[in-house]
DNA sequence: GATGAATGAGTTTTCATTCAT
DNA sequence: CATGAATGAAAACTCATTCAT
């Protein structure tokens, strides 16, 4: 504690070599939930695919869910990053543009490491760390709500927040099993046509 | 034998007993599920909780995982017999009728043991049974389809079977998420409400 | 126990169906031996196998074990049988017939049920019935020495008794090791000579 | 790390813990064995009379079977390094001294534990481990038929593999009967001499 | 800090045996 | 007697976690 306030960067070394070594650790989780699956993956086994003794994962980390729980929160991050990139164009969009970009935001979501995704998102118990990517979604809600209310009068909206919780998440529902069930039937750009017009006429109201 | 001889011929006793005891332990596997999570569910503990011996249980479920996925089937029985009830009467609905029992009905469904529902759709590694509960989804997209298509000049749908799975992904994901999340801040009334409004808008075509 | 003694063979067709019952158990037993080995020779499996409850098998056999002891104890004598056809013979045979004679009985018992014969040798833990297959052995042992005896003057053999159990201990273990690892090479002919060679030599001493 | 930089260089500690380990789990498996035969030898008797955890046993042995079958591999190698000693001397031997030798030598193999050399005997079903044993007979069948066939002049070996495999499957087969069933009538000295004379005879040729 | 041997509670699973019907 | 459902002690084995070095 002290330690990180201190001017001489002696120590960096060490915290330098601590990062690296949770790197490592949590890649290694990464690779065996791909590989193992998530009851296969034993504390034990990412020590050896990490290449480091167990000794040192528990160095690290309290306990084997907290291993999972980071590498959760870590694909979270990115994830956010992806999203957080589309989502700053929005501001000054039409209708039309807005919606592409929130669609097009959204595949790209699911195109991040689609295959520790789907590892997280099928095995791992809803444990505490799900709920945080959930909760995420709530972060770009305000954006989606401030958009729909600064185009108020083009849109036929009574509630905006309500409007905003519902298209997040039934994109997000309507995604998540595209990319889980992956009913390769399924052409992509009609998908995200599609989903334009579901969200359009949803805002627009019927006449 | 005596039995056998006895004036009660409805059934089997043997047979009778066999059904009861799976129904017990099927009971009790949903029991422990909903206080230990699915990793706490134990067959030593379902045993338990069953007040039958761990030996009874494997005669009849050859492994942990068979358990779970015996009630987890049994909970999409009921979950389709809820269904079936309701779109019997989509027929000969008008759209507004239509939609609205759709959304009725998809709502109901998720009102059936909702804890048990819950902890089979966060805990549970998606084994195979899960699948199924998606399969089944598609068991009545028929009929939805064919409802669209009996309504075409109504309608502004371009490719009803796409709409159609569209259309259940999006309202399945929607109360995936009203349910897992308990946001319960979220009127059910109005959530239906804007539920049809996306669907109607949607079906509809923006003029 | 009366019973049998009773004069009225009202009762025989039950004892009969007993007989036949412990038949058909011990038979299964025995397939299920061949199949499974002695490991997976469960008293279930041999119910199934026998196509009876278990609740019958244990009406004739008190414990595993003892299924497996009657087993061995039915080879057993399968084995003596054939030893005592072949060593009635022996009486007034000369020398060379003699031991002709005892060798091939040897070998012929070697190939009743080579099978069933090798998994009880190769599989049963040593248990009571084993012995009593070496007891065996003794039972016949006075045959030879007495045909020994008979021939004193032909002979070099200061001990009978010895020498006996010399020659069916080696001739035992040869053919023992013969059938168990089964050095195909060994040409059966060739050996059974060999054999020969190898008691005359020791009967007639080394000038 | 302090005790890779003491003073004793002598061993990794590590290495020579588990060696001790592995050393006193294969030592607590042979008083097992001894004490309760091969079916009541389990790993949590094992690990129990051990003193030792039931997860170390399965930190060095992968499953039950493993135990037995190092256990007996051990008293190979002791039963190997006593023949051993005792061929060595055979190379410039007479046809007495020699058969002398190979006499005593497997008199003297079944002298070496023979508590735990009946156990295995009797009792552990022929695992591979089992045919290492008939395997190692064969590892000096050389040396005997090398033997033979430098003093071809005097014998009358018409093909000395044979000879030797047969005069080894017979000596051995009458010491294990000997070790086995425990005739303590039989003297040993007396069977010795007998035993010589078979060999003697049956290597010399009847005139 | 780093190591990895050691731990042991806890799991899944088997199977000989009993006993109500 | 026959049945076979039910039993439960006990076996094999796993794996998160600790701790001496």
Known sequence: MAGKRLVTPRKEPSQRRSRELVDIILKATARVLLKDGYEGCTTNRVAEAAGVSIGSVYQYFPNKESLVVRVMERHQEKLRAVLSEHLLTLQNATLQ???????????????????LHRVLMEQ????????????QHAAYEPLVVAWIESHRDQLDVPDAKMATWLLIAAVDGVLQRVFLDRPSSLDEEQLATELERLIVSYLRGVT
């Open 124 to 135: 791992v118990p809803r444990i505490g760390a799900l709920k945080a990517l959930h909760a």
């Open 97 to 115: 543009q807005a919606v592409k970009t929130l669609v097009r935001a959204m595949l790209d979501v699911h195109r991040v490491e689609p295959k």
